[in-house]
């Protein structure tokens, strides 16, 4: 017998846009400081989810070559 697998593509949603002017107007309120480390931790995450495959490929070439 003969098994048929099928996968359906489903769009993806774009998170709702935040207006962060009013926030931001008043740059020391914990509401500020708190939408600035989840910028900063967001940045760094996406730089790392990038950067860890480039890094481990390049050591995998390198160890080849020997």
Same mark, same amino acid.
Do not use: F
């Given at each position: 017998?003969?098994?048929?697998? !099928?996968?359906?593509?489903?769009?993806?949603?774009?998170?709702?846009?935040?207006?962060?002017?009013? &926030?931001?107007?008043?740059?020391?309120?914990?509401? !500020?400081?708190?939408?600035?480390?989840?910028?900063? &931790?967001? !940045?760094?995450?996406?730089?790392? +989810?990038?950067?860890?495959?480039?890094?481990?490929?390049?050591? +995998?070439? +390198?160890? +080849?070559?020997?």
């Amino acid at each position: 017998m003969s098994q048929q697998q !099928s996968t359906t593509n489903q769009p993806a949603t774009s998170a709702s846009i935040v207006d962060v002017t009013p &926030i931001v107007a008043h740059g020391n309120s914990p509401a !500020s400081i708190i939408l600035a480390i989840a910028i900063l &931790i967001g !940045s760094i995450a996406g730089l790392l +989810k990038v950067l860890v495959p480039v890094m481990l490929q390049a050591t +995998k070439h +390198k160890t +080849k070559e020997r």
